[in-house]
């Protein structure tokens, strides 16, 4: 599975941005799919995940509440809906794919696509 990540950007206070991430394959369905973010100097987090099985979400604490993610199969594409932002969402974000059901654990996920990175200024 190769994964393409896009839609970043700066971005004020207060403002949103949605991210994007397109996988090749013909088995995305099959992936639980989710958003991590690095921000310099820190380790790789999670961010927000859409497990593959019943299409239930979960989410960090930080972004609870101003972050949704979802998923098209057929567009084989997830997107990260971000309102709200703030200057500590400041990163580089990342998608990835874990077969069937994950953890959401940086070392579980079985693909990574490229950062697409996050400014936001306040």
């Known amino acids: 599975v190769q994964l393409q990540a896009s839609g970043g950007g700066l971005v004020q206070a207060g403002g949103s941005l949605r991210l994007s991430c397109v996988a090749s394959?013909?088995?995305?369905?099959?992936?639980?799919m989710g958003w991590f973010r690095q921000s310099p100097g820190k380790e790789r987090e999670f961010v927000a995940g859409?497990?593959?099985?019943?299409?239930?979400?979960n989410y960090a604490d930080s972004v609870k509440g101003r972050f949704t993610i979802s998923r098209d199969n057929a567009k084989n594409t997830v997107y990260l809906q971000m309102n709200s932002l703030k200057p500590e969402d400041t990163a580089v974000y990342y998608c990835?794919?874990?077969?069937?059901?994950?953890?959401?654990?940086?070392?579980?996920?079985?693909?990574w696509g490229k950062g697409t990175l996050v400014t936001v200024s306040s």
């Open positions: 990835a794919a874990d077969a069937y059901e994950s953890t959401w654990s940086v070392l579980g996920m079985d693909y």
């Open positions: 394959g013909r088995t995305f369905s099959s992936y639980s």
């Open positions: 859409h497990s593959w099985s019943d299409g239930s979400t």
